[in-house]
């Protein structure tokens, strides 16, 4: 992945609506074939700098380049991506065959060439036999399919994805997500896809792009980002993180929650003051005598798999993944081994985040700031026939 050449490069970017920054000087490279999610909350910029590709939003400040050609202000039916937008757009008076095959027959190519190519098509998307199908009749994930094949029947070098899956069940979104991976590596060509979810980005990307306030928090792989956060907003984003205040005390050694423990990280100031992210599945319940630090049971939550306890030390509530039971109001020792601590730089982000005093998954879901959507027009004309690959010049 690493030897492959810069397909697409931001340098950069800055978009503002309404008088509300929404790209704050942003700059990104792509890779050629690569697997991109550009992931964060609403609001945070991501679906902008996705329109700012395919070339639906004009930068304020800033170039785009594509293949090292500067493409700032080239149209969007002149640029070699194409787009599938949350809401798939479908012509609902053609079939599935004739859907499929739209922007080929706008370019004109033989009828031969066109049966050829949709039914290649078809047959990568799992609908083969559904040609003379009413896309009307077809269930969400069926009609994804078709979107998803007539943006790739154009074979653009880029596939730019707005939250697709947004509007499927549980079970197809999670079937989806394995088929769009196994389709761009087929393929070999490069997604770009947005998403608030972080598991779907996590289980598909190559490369996982971590947004909020219209700037970048981190670029890595999902591993790097998971077990390596650069700040507290990262740690707290991409899964659940206890992120507690620490002073190192030395490289190796870091002391937080009243307790001296070993840890993996260096580099640090002695004295300097960090942030300590501790995972809930890293963390070990044990009897009082044994643990490190010592707390109290305030709540416990099934989850199916695995139990969800939230441990009072020193008035900082912990979050604890694990399989074995406890009650409400046990005392009960924390165990934490050096691997499962990763010592962070204080950032803003510091002590916003990692306490779960206040945790539930209402509040979760209803603390995203504005939605950048707010500040974007309705899908127009121009975007529905830039996803078609129709050239307006024809």
Same mark, same amino acid.
């Given at each position: 992945?690493t030897?492959?050449k810069h397909?697409?490069?931001?340098?950069?970017i800055?978009v503002?609506?309404?008088?509300e920054?929404?790209?704050?000087?942003?700059?990104?490279?792509i890779?050629?074939?690569?697997f991109?999610?550009?992931?964060g909350?609403?609001?945070c910029?991501?679906?902008?700098?996705?329109?700012?590709?395919?070339?639906?939003?004009?930068?304020?400040?800033?170039?785009v380049f594509?293949?090292?050609?500067?493409?700032t202000?080239?149209?969007?039916?002149k640029?070699?991506?194409?787009?599938?937008f949350?809401?798939?757009?479908?012509?609902?008076?053609?079939?599935?065959?004739?859907?499929?095959?739209?922007?080929?027959?706008v370019?004109?190519? &033989?009828?031969a @060439?066109?049966e050829?190519e949709v039914?290649k !098509?078809?047959?990568?998307?799992?609908l083969?036999?559904?040609e003379?199908?009413?896309?009307?009749?077809l269930?969400?994930?069926q009609?994804?399919?078709?979107?998803i094949a007539?943006?790739?029947?154009l074979?653009?070098?880029?596939l730019?994805?707005?939250?697709?899956?947004?509007?499927?069940?549980?079970?197809?979104r999670?079937? !989806?997500?394995?088929?769009l991976?196994?389709?761009q590596k087929?393929?070999?060509?490069? @997604?770009i896809?947005v998403?608030?979810?972080?598991?779907e980005?996590l289980?598909?990307s190559d490369?996982?792009?971590? !947004?909020?306030?219209?700037k970048?928090q981190?670029?890595g792989?999902?591993?790097?980002i998971y077990?390596e &956060?650069?700040?507290?907003?990262?740690a707290?984003?991409?899964?659940?993180?206890n992120?507690?205040?620490g002073?190192?005390k030395?490289?190796?050694e870091?002391?937080f929650?009243?307790h001296? @423990?070993?840890?993996?990280?260096?580099g @640090?100031?002695?004295?300097e003051?960090?942030?300590v992210?501790?995972?809930?599945?890293?963390?070990?319940i044990?009897?009082?005598?044994?643990?490190?630090?010592?707390g109290?049971?305030?709540?416990?939550?099934?989850?199916?798999v695995h139990?969800e306890?939230i441990?009072d030390?020193?008035?900082?509530?912990?979050m604890i993944?694990?399989?074995?039971?406890h009650?409400?109001?046990e005392?009960?020792?924390?165990?934490?081994?050096?691997?499962?601590?990763?010592?962070m730089?204080?950032?803003?982000?510091?002590?916003?985040?990692?306490d779960?005093?206040?945790y539930s998954?209402?509040?979760e879901e209803?603390?995203?700031?504005y939605d950048?959507?707010?500040f974007?027009?309705?899908?127009t004309?121009?975007?529905?026939?830039?996803e078609?690959?129709?050239?307006?010049e024809?």
């Amino acid at each position: 992945m690493t030897n492959r050449k810069h397909l697409i490069e931001l340098k950069d970017i800055t978009v503002s609506f309404d008088g509300e920054k929404i790209l704050d000087d942003l700059s990104l490279y792509i890779r050629d074939g690569e697997f991109v999610t550009l992931l964060g909350s609403s609001g945070c910029g991501k679906t902008t700098t996705l329109r700012i590709i395919a070339g639906f939003i004009e930068p304020d400040e800033g170039q785009v380049f594509f293949d090292s050609r500067d493409i700032t202000g080239v149209p969007p039916y002149k640029r070699e991506v194409n787009t599938i937008f949350q809401r798939y757009a479908l012509f609902p008076h053609l079939n599935v065959f004739e859907n499929i095959a739209y922007g080929l027959r706008v370019r004109k190519f &033989p009828k031969a @060439f066109i049966e050829e190519e949709v039914t290649k !098509m078809l047959q990568l998307v799992g609908l083969a036999g559904f040609e003379k199908r009413s896309v009307t009749k077809l269930s969400g994930g069926q009609q994804q399919r078709v979107a998803i094949a007539r943006a790739l029947v154009l074979k653009p070098k880029v596939l730019l994805l707005d939250e697709p899956l947004a509007a499927l069940d549980l079970k197809l979104r999670k079937d !989806m997500q394995k088929e769009l991976k196994n389709i761009q590596k087929q393929l070999g060509i490069t @997604f770009i896809y947005v998403t608030h979810d972080q598991e779907e980005a996590l289980s598909m990307s190559d490369t996982v792009v971590v !947004m909020n306030k219209g700037k970048i928090q981190q670029i890595g792989t999902p591993l790097d980002i998971y077990n390596e &956060p650069k700040n507290a907003f990262v740690a707290d984003f991409i899964g659940e993180s206890n992120i507690i205040d620490g002073i190192m005390k030395e490289d190796y050694e870091v002391t937080f929650a009243g307790h001296t @423990f070993k840890c993996l990280d260096s580099g @640090f100031a002695p004295g300097e003051e960090v942030d300590v992210v501790v995972r809930p599945e890293d963390v070990d319940i044990v009897s009082t005598n044994r643990g490190m630090v010592r707390g109290r049971v305030t709540s416990v939550t099934f989850r199916g798999v695995h139990f969800e306890i939230i441990v009072d030390v020193r008035g900082f509530k912990w979050m604890i993944q694990t399989t074995d039971e406890h009650h409400e109001g046990e005392e009960v020792g924390i165990y934490v081994e050096p691997d499962a601590i990763h010592i962070m730089k204080k950032s803003e982000y510091s002590g916003l985040y990692g306490d779960y005093s206040s945790y539930s998954d209402e509040i979760e879901e209803l603390s995203n700031p504005y939605d950048e959507d707010e500040f974007e027009e309705e899908e127009t004309d121009e975007e529905a026939s830039a996803e078609d690959g129709e050239d307006n010049e024809e």
